[in-house]
């Protein structure tokens, strides 16, 4: 956590109190992983930091709250995904290493912080504002990043002039969006991990080049 961290009625918390409430928070990631997102408590939050449901509500006003806190860091976090598109190059064999890149980065970061995007993908799926800017904060990112790859490559007359940069981008980005948040269903459909990331950067690199990879 960065910067000024304040109590629920604005108060400044000091190193013990910043302390308390990252516990907190690493405590309910952890119950995410493991129980329903509904199904899980304050008092249960608590019990398991070593603390009480007031020391909680000192520093959030429900678990939704505090759900939104640990989301709103997993997002900062995802913005770096940007960094495996932005700049790179998209021919020859660079352009395959982008694309085995890109794909290690996406299935990596889903793999990290599947508890709290399950509950960031259930929210914005219901409708609920907060948990779909947030789902998009993650993946706009990479989709502005992508369509100017595109662009570029449209601009020198490497892809098909009917091609839209930003549908091929948003459609790769959905894609990988997908594909990583069911990861542990490829497992149960026989395909395995090993498997899974070249033939994912296939698909990415067929959508952005139009061209089979140089390996």
């Not at 490497?158 to 930003?166: L, Q, T």
């Not at 069911?182 to 899974?196: I, M, P, R, T, Y």
Request: aromatic share 6%; charged share 25%.
């Amino acid at each position: 956590m960065t910067g000024q961290v304040r109590t629920v009625d604005g108060r400044v918390a000091g190193r013990r109190g910043q302390a308390t409430r990252q516990k907190l928070l690493d405590c309910l990631s952890e119950m995410l992983s493991s129980s329903p997102y509904r199904d899980v408590k304050v008092i249960d939050v608590a019990r398991k930091a070593g603390t009480s449901p007031a020391t909680f509500y000192q520093y959030f006003p429900d678990v939704e709250g505090a759900v939104l806190e640990i989301a709103e860091e997993m997002a900062k976090e995802g913005a770096s995904l940007t960094d495996l598109v932005a700049g790179r190059s998209w021919v020859g064999k660079a352009g395959w290493q982008t694309a085995e890149e890109l794909v290690d980065g996406f299935l990596s970061f889903w793999r990290k912080h599947d508890a709290i995007l399950r509950v960031v993908d259930l929210g914005a799926a219901e409708g609920d504002k907060r948990f779909y800017k947030i789902r998009m904060k993650i993946l706009n990112a990479v989709t502005n990043s992508l369509t100017e790859s595109v662009e570029e490559l449209k601009s020198k007359g490497r892809v098909d002039k009917d091609v839209s940069p930003a549908a091929v981008a948003g459609s790769l980005v959905a894609m990988l969006a997908a594909v990583a948040s069911h990861q542990k269903g490829f497992q149960s459909w026989g395909v395995k991990q090993a498997e899974l990331k070249p033939n994912l950067a296939l698909l990415v690199h067929l959508g952005i080049t139009g061209k089979k990879p140089t390996k």
